[in-house]
């Protein structure tokens, strides 16, 4: 046989197999695929194709899709608004997660008046998404930034349903005038000042609804906004519609219950009944006067609170005009009763595009009405003082006038007050319970919010836009008061009236964009605009006594006021990028303002940014996804928060029936207009911010590892303050006025590390850091020292002072001798000035309330469906004023022989034995009020195809478990050291939440 004849069989079977194989590596499988966005969430209406031919698939209702391809082959996957992906076909099922593009956080920010590429920015810009799986129970869109961002302190006004907060970015830059920040919503930029109902302006953004947001920080990000930057910006943009995605209906919804979880530490009935019988003597005056009952009187005013929040949203997009309509209700009972918050929002935005997409329109319509009933705060302080040994009611017929509530009391027949044989003993204290239940004090507000934006790239000529909006605010608020007569708070009369007030907001702005790409390896982008904003603010008010023995009103007195202030400007932006590393960004603005004689004042700002990772030397550089380099400096002014009128000559007017006043016109003292000068200063001019900025972006190992550092230095010059000055001048001896200079100088550092991201396992951790140092550096007029800070203890008493040298509102006291115990000796300072006497030249600047180290952790943990989160945050080295300890000190004040009343004490005064308010002066109440606070911790499970069934594709969605304020960790001796300002006095309670929640998508 030839040796050719032995080979055939071989290469026969060789070529058989190769065949078996070859068309086995082309065979075409089914492909079930499930396409989700970054935070897990179904994407409806995907195109899914496979590369090199016509084979397509949508995604489903459930993000779902099925197509057959080959083994090996690629399947591309777009959808409008993310980026497009594509993933190699390896087995019969994918999982295939979409990364958002234009206007999204990973690829483009919201910065002002445009966007731009997030690795493109030379300015201090943070953005972030809020946490869907891991956030608080929150009613305000600012609750959701809490210590989230390095360099943004966020201080909530304590517990109260519906409050505010107070936003400090950077430390803040001014003494008189707002430190607070600009906030644009959906382009419109805001007033910070609110109405009757609806003091917290971000109140009208539903959390639900947002987003992100962007803070800018530094100059040369924020004077693109000229004078209202000085303090930096938050942009915040709400959710929107997607172009050509089918009609998706959602629901979010929770119930939460609070509970007060610290109370002040104050005696019992039966540590009280010691305290009196050791102090006073058994059977003394102040012993008689001891009830029979056991009262905690914090236990009466506190209770058990329900909060539920729901929202309903319908999102698609028809052909050409992406929707998105949403509504929400939140109702929120107080931890102090009587106190709860209402709310409704309605939000809508449609964004259609015409002209081949050259003209784009952007429709936003806000809507939000209140319902507040407020808890009156004298019931917090009485709670802690009223004498626990007195029940909350007596039948006594000395009570009969007030409700049976008991009250101590003063003999109205010897005041001369008929039919009052029993009246309110007004230097006691007073039952809390009474004056919760006595007062009826309620608002309602309405806000109306419209943005109408026109954005045309011209045919023939793309790479010129011009852009056209106009927004309006409409708000309107009252607050309607009654107090019952029998109410420890009105004497012996009730009272009754109301307080309206109105705001309308109007901006209008034009401005044209030039971008060019040229020479392959330069980009310019060049934007030049003008604005035009007006701003009034009205009300009036009118309340009267209720007397039942005069007819018709009694002791009326009313008020009307009205402000308006308008601003104008013109600004731009010049960008330029060569070889995609190298940048420069110029900003202008020049303002016009009518708060100012001198309307009119220019703010520049320059940025440099530089990414090194580009460079020829890194460039295979793998593991480095980002190095970037920036430089900045500009120019920030400040107009706010200092009224409207201070420049020139005014009057108040004043129309009262109030006996005692002085009438210009009128007869008698029953009617007339009272005229009163105000002070002014023609002088008064822009306080201006001066900020340079260095900062340094990194990116390594697929962005696995983010950071972020930034240094700056912000110099405030011609500071605005209510200063004293030469008497006689202007009817007053106090005027607004620049004043002198002050400085910031800080550090920020964020951080984030994703150490587990696999198919089942996701782990990210994120982290912040903000050094701040304050110093005032110059003051000039009358006095070197500028006293605030006023306090409770005492009488006139201030306990902080602004002076060169020392951070802004420090506190100034005497320094606090102690025996070999450590016990504080009352009224015993030390002499720091030896001169062998103690007076105010004895006091010193001691500690600071702002802190110069913040700090914030948060964590997320997802396995499969099951996630897990946490949020911490930190202040360090603030301290604070403890009023409440101060104003409790003088335990010869627990009764009064003179007015025949007893009232409760602490044990710390207890201990302590001072029997004076004189010398509440003392360090010894600056107290360190440093803390770490977990915020929140919750559980969720996600779930899809629920109650899945023939054509029905089921229920996606999420449940999950939150608790807030769960821990507090500090040496502060208060209840609760998280106060802005540094003064601690009666503060409505943070209450401890449990949240159970469940989002569902249709």
């Keep these: 046989m030839k040796q050719s004849d032995i080979r055939l069989p071989f290469r026969l079977a060789a070529l058989v197999l190769g065949l078996f194989l070859a068309v086995g590596a082309f065979a075409q499988v089914t492909v079930n695929g499930h396409v989700k966005d970054a ?30 391809a080959e083994q090996g082959s690629k399947l591309s996957v777009s959808y409008v608004g993310y980026q497009p992906a594509t993933v190699a076909v390896n087995g019969s099922s994918l999982v295939i997660t979409m990364q958002d593009d234009a206007k999204m956080l990973e690829n483009v920010v919201v910065i002002g008046y445009g966007v731009a590429k997030k690795n493109d920015l030379t300015g201090s810009v943070t953005a972030i998404k809020p946490d869907e799986k891991n956030k608080p129970l929150v009613t305000s869109a600012q609750e959701m930034m809490q210590g989230k961002i390095a360099g943004v302190n966020v201080t909530t006004g304590g517990g109260t349903p519906g409050g505010g907060a107070t936003i400090r970015i950077r430390g803040g830059s001014s003494l008189n005038a707002s430190n607070d920040p600009l906030v644009v919503i959906d382009g419109m930029a805001i007033d910070n000042q609110g109405v009757k109902g609806a003091p917290n302006a971000l109140a009208m953004v539903n959390p639900n609804d947002i987003e992100t947001f962007t803070v800018l920080k530094d100059a040369s990000a924020t004077a693109i906004y000229g004078s209202r930057g000085s303090n930096g910006v938050i942009i915040i943009t709400t959710k929107k519609g997607r172009k050509g995605s089918a009609p998706q209906v959602s629901y979010t919804g929770n119930v939460s219950y609070s509970f007060v979880n610290k109370k002040v530490d104050v005696l019992n009935a039966a540590e009280y009944r010691d305290f009196v019988k050791n102090y006073y003597g058994e059977g003394s005056d102040a012993w008689n006067l001891l009830g029979n009952a056991d009262t905690d009187w914090q236990d009466e005013i506190y209770r058990p609170a329900v909060t539920s929040d729901h929202n309903i949203t319908v999102a698609g997009g028809l052909k050409n005009m992406p929707y998105r309509f949403s509504a929400g209700f939140t109702d929120q009972d107080g931890v102090v009763k009587t106190s709860n918050y209402q709310r409704t929002t309605a939000n809508l935005n449609l964004n259609p595009s015409l002209l081949d997409d050259h003209l784009k329109l952007n429709l936003n319509a806000k809507f939000m009405y209140t319902h507040s009933r407020y808890a009156d705060g004298e019931a917090l302080s009485s709670a802690v003082r009223t004498d626990p040994t007195q029940p909350v009611r007596s039948y006594d017929s000395k009570f009969d006038n007030f409700h049976n509530y008991f009250t101590w009391t003063s003999d109205g027949t010897a005041l001369g007050i008929p039919g009052y044989p029993y009246t309110q003993n007004s230097n006691a204290s007073k039952n809390p319970v009474a004056i919760l239940n006595g007062k009826n004090d309620r608002a309602n507000s309405y806000d109306y919010m419209v943005n109408v934006e026109a954005d045309y790239q011209i045919h023939g000529f793309e790479d010129l836009r011009l852009h056209v909006g106009v927004s309006g605010d409409w708000a309107n608020g009252t607050q309607k008061t009654d107090v019952e007569p029998w109410s420890p708070q009105t004497f012996y009369y009730g009272s009754t009236g109301y307080t309206y007030e109105k705001k309308r907001n109007l901006v209008g702005t034009a401005y044209a964009q030039y971008y060019k790409d040229f020479l392959k390896t330069q980009h310019v982008d060049i934007m030049a605009g003008y604005e035009m904003s007006e701003l009034r603010y009205e009300g009036d008010s009118r309340y009267s006594r209720i007397n039942p023995d005069v007819n018709g009103d009694y002791n009326v007195t009313n008020g009307i006021w009205k402000q308006h202030s308008r601003l104008q400007s013109f600004y731009g932006r010049f960008n330029y990028i060569a070889w995609d590393r190298y940048m420069v960004t110029a900003t202008v603005r020049r303002d016009g303002s009518s708060r100012f004689a001198e309307h009119w ?48 000559a005014n009057y108040d007017v004043n129309n009262t029936n109030v006996d005692g006043r002085y009438p210009i016109t009128g007869v008698g003292n029953d009617s007339g207009l009272l005229y009163r000068p105000q002070a002014y200063n023609k002088n008064l001019k822009w306080e201006t911010t001066e900020t340079w900025n260095a900062g340094l972006d990194i990116a390594l190992f697929r962005n696995r590892v983010t950071a972020s550092v930034d240094y700056y230095f912000r110099k405030t010059t011609d500071l605005i303050n209510t200063a004293y000055v030469s008497a006689g001048s202007n009817f007053r001896n106090q005027v607004t006025s620049n004043i002198g200079s002050l400085e ?37 007029g009358e006095s070197s020292k500028v006293k605030t800070g006023g306090i409770s203890a005492g009488t006139g008493n201030t306990c902080q002072v602004h002076t060169v040298g020392y951070p802004a509102s420090s506190f100034l006291v005497y320094q606090q001798v102690y025996d070999q115990n450590g016990k504080p000796l009352e009224g015993v300072y030390v002499d720091r000035n030896a001169d062998g006497k103690i007076s105010e030249e004895d006091m010193y600047i001691y500690k600071s309330p702002a802190a110069p180290y913040l700090a914030g952790l948060s964590s997320r943990l997802q396995y499969k469906n099951w996630d897990f989160g946490f949020s911490l945050r930190g202040s360090f080295g603030n301290y604070v004023y403890n009023d409440f300890q101060a104003g409790n000190v003088n335990i010869d004040k627990r009764y009064d022989s003179s007015f025949g009343y007893t009232q409760n004490s602490t044990p710390w005064a207890v201990e302590n034995g001072w029997k004076t308010y004189d010398h509440v002066l003392s360090d010894m109440f600056v107290q360190n009020a440093s803390f770490i606070k977990l915020d929140n911790i919750t559980l969720g499970y996600s779930f899809n195809n629920l109650f899945k069934g023939g054509n029905y594709k089921g229920l996606g969605g999420r449940l999950y478990l939150t608790a807030t304020n769960v821990a507090t960790w500090t040496e502060f001796e208060g209840v609760d050291p998280e106060v802005f300002g540094g003064i601690a006095g009666s503060v409505y309670p943070r209450p401890i939440s449990f949240t159970m929640g469940l989002n569902l998508n249709f």
């Design 601 to 648: 004042a220019t703010f520049p700002a320059v940025a440099l940014g530089w990414k090194v990772n580009e460079e020829a030397f890194l460039k295979n550089a793998n593991w480095l996804e980002e190095l970037k380099i920036r430089l900045g400096w500009g120019k920030t002014g400040q107009q706010d928060g200092i009224g409207n009128y201070n420049y020139f």
């Design 744 to 780: 910031n100088r800080g550090v920020e550092a964020s951080l984030t590390v994703r150490p587990i991201q696999t198919k089942d396992w996701q782990w990210e951790v994120t982290a912040n850091f903000t050094y701040n140092k304050n110093e005032i550096t110059e003051l000039t």
């Design 39 to 68: 935070q897990g969430e179904p994407i409806i209406g995907a195109t899914i194709r496979v590369a090199g031919s016509n084979a397509g698939a949508v995604s489903d209702f459930d993000g779902n899709f099925s197509i057959n």
